[in-house]
């Protein structure tokens, strides 16, 4: 019947579509979908699954073993569409599995069957033998979790034997209907039905491990327990007992293993804490290490992470100090308040400052009054500034490269690390306000605040700010010189003491660390990532699931749970509850994860260069170890005096000088 197609696969022979090829092809249609080879489905023997992909297409074809041999029951192929075309050769061998899954769900949902592919790496990312890789693309992991809903084994098969090849090069057209989903009796079936002592009942008799304890409650107990799974209800034994065919312990149930995770996801239907999750569920159901159970829930549920509250913030980083006045200079916009807007600049060393009244907040009037100020001072070799319009446009950054001075950003929305911009802001913003209130010029009054501030004693650094930068003070009759060594050990205590008030929680992200960033000028206000790379000592680099990359400090991204993918399967009146329970729990491990766990070696005691400097490429890689991936989370300890919320800040006496300030 083929020997007219196999000549044109001869070397040396020329390619003549002839009508006895045409011919030819018809028939052998015509029986592949004839009586002659397909077969009608049969419960009692073993299923096979063979799927494969091309660039055009997917196949899958389900068949069954029989004495005479492998029968085909049906055939299924359909086109790629344009944006899965662009995926990867694994992607599109994946997809054929799934494709073929979901076409024949009916057929094997709740049998074992024998899955076919002949993409060889596939048999260990979906096999039992090894687990899902941790480094593996989210859309195969998303299709793991999907398969392990199945009870499959997973065999490689050359593509000479893949019987699923011609499909997927032959694949049909796509049309309208075929973006619609097979409808079949479990479509509906209720989403969620409430768990009745009948069911537990029903359960519990199939429950290998509480049968055994039935017997146990019902003939009497053994004098000693060797099985680790039993020692929970063997120390509890004498509190057991039956009741309608349900384990008791005191007023709570024992909810059998296939019933858990159901259990489970009624227990957090009202998205509660874990706290009062654990609360609620001991007044009702038991079952061993079920506070672990819950806290996995809790982690895990991704409506809870996106509506959850920022993390603690962290410990204070100060920024360095410099000896040399005029070397950092932090700037910021006062304004608009009361009709006015005013450009502020600070020294970081001498606490110098400036307030300039501007009426436009472009690139080219920061200019202008930086050149006039530059001129005065002189070049200063760093800037600091937020990520406004004016000081991130071009023009802005020639003039300061041009000038040889260092501009530095600090992260968006995050305006404390730029800490004495905003504090210098905020004092000029209350002497326009007691200036208004008083009915005075704002500008004398804010220009007398100024010169007196200027001449007052600083309280970190120890003198005055006319002091330090200009080495004079302004018409005083005190002169309080102090060396640069002193003033340094000033601001140090004065930092450290700062920090340790201040408390927090240092946390440290690696590379490839699974996150929730905070989703800026989104829906969701937080959103999923994973860290790229490092910038600074607190701001770090996130890749979003888009493939997006955002930066974002410390305090805006949380530790996200690799559980937060695994949803809780839905059962109805037609499914098995223990295989459904079984199949739900088989995606989980043991391990819990702790989102709040960070290590820090110890903490810094001397000044740390901040920022860091960035690599040719702008981001700092992050070197993580591959063998601390086997150690069990553990809890930071809490960091000293981290309990203590208020202040032991000591105040000094008021200095006066004869006259009193406002």
């Known amino acids: 019947m083929l020997a007219p197609l196999y000549k044109l696969l001869k070397v040396g022979s020329k390619y003549d579509w002839s009508s006895q090829c045409h011919s030819a092809f018809q028939e052998v249609k015509k029986v592949l979908a004839s009586s002659e080879v397909l077969m009608h489905y049969s419960a009692e023997l073993p299923l096979v699954l063979t799927a494969d992909a091309s660039g055009v297409g ?15 029951v049906a055939y299924a192929s359909r086109s790629l569409t344009s944006a899965e075309r662009n995926y990867s050769q694994i992607d599109r061998e994946a997809l054929a599995i799934i494709y073929g899954i979901r076409k024949y769900h009916q057929y094997l949902y709740g049998r074992k069957f024998i899955l076919r592919t002949d993409h060889k790496p596939l048999t260990y990312i979906f096999g039992d033998k090894v687990g899902i890789p941790v480094m593996s693309a989210s859309r195969l992991q998303r299709w793991a979790v999907l398969l392990s809903g199945y009870n499959y084994d997973i065999e490689y098969v050359s593509s000479k034997k893949n019987c699923a090849d011609a499909l997927s090069r032959l694949p049909s057209k796509v049309t309208n209907d075929s973006a619609v989903k097979e409808v079949t009796y479990v479509n ?13 009942s ?10 055994k304890i039935k017997v146990y409650i019902e003939s009497g107990w053994p004098h000693f327990c060797n099985d680790d799974d039993l020692k929970p209800f063997f120390i509890r034994r004498n509190e057991l007992y039956i009741e ?5 312990w005191g007023y709570r149930m024992i909810i059998p293993q296939s019933l858990r995770q159901i259990i489970l996801k009624q227990l957090h239907s009202s998205h509660m804490g874990i706290v009062k999750t654990k609360s609620w569920a001991r007044s009702y159901v038991w079952w061993p290490r079920i506070d672990d159970d819950v806290e996995t829930m809790c982690r895990s549920c991704e409506t809870c992470a996106l509506e959850a509250d920022a993390p603690p913030h962290s410990v204070p980083q100060h920024w360095p100090y410099l000896p040399q006045p005029w070397t950092r200079l932090h700037i910021d916009f006062l304004g608009p308040l009361k009709g006015k807007t ?3 600049l600070v020294d970081s060393t001498s606490k110098w400052l400036e307030a300039f009244e501007t009426k436009h907040t472009n690139a080219s009037a920061i200019i202008k009054i930086l050149r006039t100020t530059f001129a005065r001072f002189g070049l200063p070799a760093e800037l600091v500034s937020d990520q406004g319009p004016p000081f991130t446009s071009r023009e802005f950054s020639e003039f300061l490269k041009l000038n040889g001075i260092k501009q530095s950003f600090s992260p968006v929305y995050h305006p404390s690390s730029n800490g004495a911009a905003e504090n210098a802001v905020k004092l000029c913003k209350r002497a326009i306000k007691k200036a208004h209130r008083d009915k005075v010029d704002i500008d004398a009054a804010l220009q007398t605040f100024l010169l007196t501030y200027r001449n007052t004693i600083h309280s970190t650094t120890g003198e005055t700010p006319a002091m330090i930068l200009q080495k004079r003070r302004l018409r005083s009759r005190f002169d309080l010189l102090r060396n640069d060594r002193a003033i340094i050990d000033r601001i140090r205590v004065a930092q450290d003491r700062q920090a340790q008030n201040a408390g927090g929680v240092r946390r440290l992200f690696e590379q490839g660390d699974m996150v929730w960033a905070r989703g800026y000028g989104q829906q969701d206000k937080w959103v999923k990532g994973q860290v790229h790379g490092r910038e600074g000592s607190r701001r770090y680099i996130v890749e979003g699931d888009g493939g997006q990359f955002i930066k974002r400090h410390v305090d805006q991204i949380r530790h996200r749970s690799r559980f ?56 700092e890689p992050l070197v993580r170890d591959d063998s601390a991936n086997n150690k069990s989370p553990t809890l930071c300890s809490p960091l000293p005096g981290a309990s203590e919320l208020r202040p032991k800040r000591e105040r000094k006496p008021v200095v006066r000088y004869g006259f009193e300030f406002d």
């Open 244 to 248: 309608g065919g349900c384990i008791m």
């Open 564 to 619: 937060s993918d695994v949803t809780c399967p839905d059962i109805g009146p037609g499914d098995s509850a223990a295989s459904v329970g079984e199949n739900a729990m088989s995606s989980l491990g043991d391990e819990v994860v702790d989102e709040s766990r960070d290590d820090f070696s110890q903490q810094h005691k001397e000044p740390v260069d901040f920022p860091l400097q960035a690599k040719d490429n702008g981001i």
């Open 58 to 72: 997917v196949g899958a074809v389900l068949s069954q073993v029989t004495a005479a041999g492998e029968r085909p």
């Open 342 to 344: 005013f450009l502020i």
């Open 188 to 200: 509906f079936v209720e989403n969620f039905l409430p768990i009745t002592n009948y069911d537990v």
């Open 202 to 211: 029903k359960a519990t008799f199939k429950d290998v491990r509480l049968s």
